[in-house]
């Protein structure tokens, strides 16, 4: 397994800031994703952030908005920019473990509640 | 393309009863199946996974999922629950066939919410 830990681990944010979640992992992992979950809501992907590469998003969720860093394996940052109500949600980080993509599994942070005045 | 449903939003059950949240599934190749908790304000965490093999597969915390590949199923079990066990419960998949090479996205369910009462 990981040891994932998230900062802030929560938050009450201004409409128009924005907020930076970092995301720290007890080894070296190449895939590291984000997930938003909205109230009572279940998981979205927002990207893929593998080191040495562009994050890739998904359909909806766009670099100027959610920018990712990915300076090492072990470390990401993901960027909430200007935000409105809407995106109050708890955010979480996820890393693949495991030696292979048919043998790995996920495992999860414990999130940041962003909430958005 | 792969879809997970969790056909219930919550189940009730006593204490010291055996308790079922339902899933299944729908993928182009075959699945690769996890169960995941997640308490209050808390992430998700891993309860156990499908691979191959045992269609009967054991986890975290007592709970056991059984594998139905003509039922396309993968439904979380537990003997006798406890209260400490009411929680949001998220199954997931991910094909095994890969396309366009890279790491086929993990899919989850809605959710089901565990009610045990004392």
């Known amino acids: 397994s990981a040891v994932i830990s998230q900062k802030p681990s929560r938050d009450i944010c201004q409409r128009g800031t924005s907020l930076t979640i970092q995301c720290q992992v007890d080894?070296?992992?190449?895939?590291m994703f984000w997930y938003r979950q909205q109230p009572g809501q279940s998981l979205t992907l927002i990207a893929t952030?593998?080191?040495?590469?562009?994050?890739?998003?998904e359909s909806g969720f766009v670099i100027d908005k959610f920018p990712i860093s990915r300076p090492n394996l072990t470390f990401s940052t993901l960027t909430v920019s200007n935000m409105s109500p809407e995106d109050s949600s708890i955010y979480l980080c996820?890393?693949?473990?495991?030696?292979?993509?048919?043998?790995?599994?996920?495992?999860f942070g414990p999130g940041t509640r962003l909430t958005v005045l | 393309a792969q879809s997970v449903a969790q056909p219930e939003d919550q189940v009730n059950v006593a204490e010291g009863n055996p308790l079922t949240v339902k899933c299944t599934y729908s993928v182009s190749g075959n699945p690769y199946l996890f169960w995941y908790v997640q308490y209050p304000n808390r992430g998700l965490q891993f309860l156990l996974k499908?691979?191959?093999?045992?269609?009967l597969v054991k986890g975290s915390y007592g709970f056991e999922a059984e594998f139905n590949k003509s039922q396309t199923s993968f439904h979380l079990k537990k003997p006798s629950a406890l209260v400490s066990d009411s929680a949001l419960y998220f199954c997931?998949?991910?094909?095994?066939?890969?396309?366009?090479?890279?790491?086929?996205?993990?899919?989850f369910g809605a959710g089901t919410r565990l009610a045990v009462h004392p």
């Open positions: 080894s070296q992992v190449t895939m």
């Open positions: 997931a998949v991910r094909d095994r066939l890969l396309f366009s090479g890279g790491y086929n996205k993990l899919i």
């Open positions: 952030a593998n080191q040495g590469s562009e994050a890739t998003y």
């Open positions: 499908y691979i191959t093999g045992d269609n």
């Open positions: 996820s890393v693949v473990v495991g030696s292979g993509v048919f043998t790995d599994t996920q495992y």
